[in-house]
């Protein structure tokens, strides 16, 4: 069973910085993209950022680039998200997900594409 547990979450005011993290256990971390995703008081789900297996390719929403930043860690089964500039429509709460295709070739947006989930964590940006 794959388990992803994230933290560093908090309020923090418009123009701030955050730092997300990810850990994974359960499989092999490495094989598998990951991505982050967050979730808006009663609004759907919408992506945030992906990362390749590798670590080599990333891609992001276009609401976020240039302002967030994905890596990993394969050797400590960690992935973060680096969060400057905030504004208050960042507010959410932002998951990690790993992805179910194994070695995928191309980064996914879609949630149907990522098969594991963190509770979440909840980023509040006060104007």
């Known amino acids: 069973q794959v388990q992803l547990v994230e933290s560093g979450g908090g309020l923090v005011q418009a123009g701030g910085s955050l730092r997300l993290s990810c850990a994974a256990s359960g499989r092999t971390f490495s094989r598998y993209a990951m991505g982050w995703f967050r979730q808006a008081s009663g609004k759907e789900r919408e992506f945030v950022a992906a990362?390749?297996?590798?670590?080599?390719?990333?891609y992001y929403a276009d609401s976020v680039k240039g302002r967030f930043t994905i890596s990993r860690d394969n050797a400590k089964n960690t992935e973060t998200l680096q969060m400057n500039s905030l504004k208050p429509e960042d507010t959410a709460n932002y998951y990690c997900a790993a992805d179910r295709r194994r070695l995928a070739t191309m980064l996914s947006v879609r949630t149907d594409d990522y098969e594991y989930w963190g509770q979440g964590t909840q980023v509040t940006v006060s104007s």
């Open positions: 990362i390749s297996w590798s670590g080599a390719s990333t």
